[in-house]
């Protein structure tokens, strides 16, 4: 597949590896010297200089013969120009666009984005993508990740193994005699910063970070069984004022109607604005979310979270440790730079925000190929988790999972069959129609791919 990537800054930059490390052709085009430099020098793709809504700069890119074109430059006018141009004179089939200002997305506009107008196929707005992953882990206290798939039938639920965790030292193959009522499949871990793939007799140690598909009944189970019986947050303190922070606290306050919000956010003209936007029954204060006064004056000692949404990852990490050492039991922490991530856990955060990963996730949706039907990333390059649909002509049909060739990184979580929860076992029989979620290291993604490509006789 031949995609072209306008904006080689973070996103960019991920969407980029992923993809070429699947031998896709990408070319990526920015207006940074250093960033087109970075990027060619470090990824197997081609870099452009220039202007990713000039048409001389996508025919340079080779936009007559692209697949895809995905743009993700920090202008919205430069992404939504960029996906008429490779439209209107270069016929590219999908166009994916990343669009910030709320203004565009409003629902009276929802007409906008069309081929008659402007043609984009798929619209990101990655500050609602962050806050609706921020309220998912909001319902599961405990976990630092939490997934819907499968009509929101199954989750899948990143948790920690902590030093009195019920199941560490635990041969895999014995969970299910332990709790055999429980639907739970372990897809992967992460130990040291390493990716590993476990099998029956493979244990989890403290320190672990476990990845499991779960029925979604079930969810709360699953918690108690790895030793997290947390209280469901009623209590938030969100720091920061900006769009995703906003976008949270309405979040919260349309769907959790029993939970109250308070919000800090350090620019006056910000904080009125955020205050009008908001029922009268969240607060919003003005200050500086480092402020011991104004942390008190939030009252983050009895709130059951705190979530650090500013613009700055060091005030977000400072202001989540202040908030833990004032009582707070847990911290959710939005974190732009990779580097941090490996640090935070280990000074007490709890759940780290990435909205590189969302965003990637999101677009990896729409460059998947067979009957995919969702996408997420999961950590950085440790693997995805798809949700694909195996129609009638797909190989794996017929065939029990124990017959089916899959590498040790690939693992099927569960089935949805007849819109049912299926928990798959090695007998387990795959049938058309079949809706399978499955994690697959990063490696293997196209391997899954094919599992799921439907052949030219069912047409």
Same mark, same amino acid.
């Given at each position: 597949?031949?995609?072209?990537?306008?904006?080689?800054?973070?996103?960019?930059?991920?969407?980029?590896? =992923?993809?070429?490390?699947?031998?896709?052709? #990408?070319?990526?085009?920015?207006?940074?010297?250093?960033?087109?430099?970075?990027?060619?020098?470090?990824?197997? /793709?081609?870099?452009? &200089?220039?202007?990713?809504?000039h048409?001389?700069?996508?025919?340079?890119?080779?936009?007559?013969?692209?697949?895809?074109?995905?743009?993700?430059?920090?202008?919205?006018?430069?992404?939504?120009?960029?996906?008429?141009?490779?439209?209107?004179?270069?016929?590219?089939? !999908?166009? $994916?666009a990343? &669009?910030?200002?709320?203004?565009?997305?409003?629902?009276?506009?929802?007409?906008?984005f069309?081929?008659?107008?402007?043609?984009?196929?798929? /619209?990101?707005?990655?500050?609602?993508?962050?806050?609706?992953?921020?309220?998912?882990?909001?319902?599961?206290?405990?976990?630092?990740?939490?997934?819907?798939?499968?009509?929101?039938?199954?989750?899948?639920?990143?948790?920690r193994?902590?030093?009195?965790?019920?199941?560490?030292? !635990?041969?895999?193959?014995?969970?299910?005699?332990l709790?055999?009522d429980?639907?739970?499949?372990?897809?992967?871990? $992460?130990?040291?910063?390493?990716?590993? =793939?476990?099998?029956?007799?493979?244990?989890?140690?403290? %320190?672990?970070l476990? =990845?499991?598909?779960?029925?979604?009944d079930?969810?709360?189970?699953?918690?108690?069984?790895? %030793?997290?019986?947390?209280?469901?947050?009623?209590?938030?303190? &969100?720091?920061?004022?900006?769009?995703?922070?906003?976008?949270?606290?309405?979040?919260?306050?349309?769907?959790?109607?029993?939970?109250?919000?308070?919000?800090?956010e350090?620019?006056?003209?910000?904080a009125? @604005?955020?205050?009008?936007?908001?029922?009268? *029954?969240?607060?919003?204060?003005?200050?500086?979310?480092?402020?011991?006064?104004?942390?008190?004056?939030?009252?983050?000692?009895?709130?059951?979270?705190?979530?650090?949404?500013?613009?700055d990852?060091? !005030?977000? &990490?400072?202001?989540?440790?202040?908030?833990k050492? @004032?009582?707070?039991?847990?911290?959710?922490?939005?974190?732009?730079?990779? !580097?941090?991530?490996?640090?935070?856990?280990?000074l007490? +955060?709890? #759940?780290?925000?990435?909205?590189?990963?969302?965003t990637?996730?999101?677009?990896?949706?729409? +460059?998947r190929?067979?009957?995919?039907?969702?996408?997420?990333?999961?950590?950085?390059?440790?693997?995805?988790?798809?949700?694909?649909e195996?129609?009638?002509?797909?190989?794996?049909?017929?065939?029990?999972? *124990?017959?089916?060739?899959?590498?040790?990184?690939?693992?099927?979580?569960?089935?949805?069959?007849?819109?049912?929860?299926?928990?798959?076992?090695?007998?387990?029989?795959?049938?058309?129609?079949?809706?399978? /979620?499955?994690?697959? %290291?990063?490696?293997?993604?196209?391997?899954?791919?094919?599992?799921?490509? #439907?052949?030219?006789? @069912?047409?």
């Open positions: 597949m031949k995609v072209i990537i306008c904006g080689a800054g973070q996103v960019g930059f991920h969407i980029a590896k =992923y993809l070429s490390a699947e031998n896709n052709d #990408v070319t990526v085009i920015d207006q940074s010297e250093e960033l087109v430099r970075k990027i060619s020098d470090t990824l197997e /793709v081609k870099g452009i &200089i220039g202007f990713g809504s048409p001389d700069i996508l025919q340079q890119a080779g936009a007559e013969e692209a697949d895809m074109l995905i743009a993700v430059t920090f202008a919205d006018e430069v992404n939504m120009t960029a996906c008429q141009v490779a439209h209107s004179l270069f016929n590219v089939p !999908t166009k $994916i990343r &669009i910030r200002s709320q203004t565009y997305l409003q629902p009276e506009w929802a007409s906008l069309g081929r008659e107008k402007l043609p984009i196929d798929v /619209v990101i707005s990655p500050e609602m993508e962050v806050a609706r992953a921020v309220a998912r882990r909001l319902q599961a206290p405990g976990a630092f990740d939490m997934i819907p798939f499968a009509d929101d039938k199954v989750k899948i639920l990143g948790l193994c902590s030093e009195d965790c019920p199941v560490i030292n !635990t041969p895999l193959r014995q969970l299910h005699q709790f055999p429980l639907n739970i499949s372990i897809l992967g871990m $992460i130990r040291n910063d390493k990716p590993v =793939y476990p099998k029956g007799d493979d244990q989890m140690l403290a %320190g672990d476990v =990845y499991l598909a779960v029925s979604s079930q969810v709360d189970r699953a918690m108690s069984a790895f %030793g997290h019986e947390d209280p469901e947050a009623r209590r938030i303190v &969100i720091f920061g004022g900006g769009n995703i922070a906003l976008f949270l606290a309405e979040e919260i306050n349309k769907n959790f109607p029993g939970v109250t919000t308070r919000l800090v350090a620019d006056a003209e910000r009125r @604005y955020v205050a009008q936007k908001l029922p009268k *029954k969240s607060v919003v204060l003005h200050g500086d979310v480092l402020d011991p006064e104004l942390l008190e004056e939030a009252n983050v000692g009895n709130a059951e979270a705190v979530v650090a949404l500013t613009n990852d060091e !005030t977000n &990490i400072l202001a989540s440790l202040l908030a050492r @004032y009582g707070c039991p847990r911290a959710l922490t939005l974190i732009n730079k990779s !580097t941090y991530n490996s640090l935070v856990s280990e007490g +955060v709890d #759940v780290v925000i990435s909205p590189r990963m969302t990637v996730s999101t677009i990896l949706h729409h +460059v190929r067979g009957r995919i039907r969702a996408v997420h990333s999961l950590s950085e390059g440790f693997g995805e988790v798809l949700e694909a195996a129609l009638e002509t797909a190989p794996i049909v017929g065939k029990a999972i *124990k017959d089916i060739a899959m590498p040790a990184s690939v693992v099927f979580g569960a089935i949805l069959r007849n819109g049912e929860v299926v928990m798959p076992r090695a007998n387990t029989v795959i049938e058309a129609n079949d809706r399978i /979620v499955v994690f697959a %290291g990063s490696e293997q993604i196209k391997k899954v791919e094919k599992m799921f490509a #439907v052949r030219l006789e @069912y047409f």
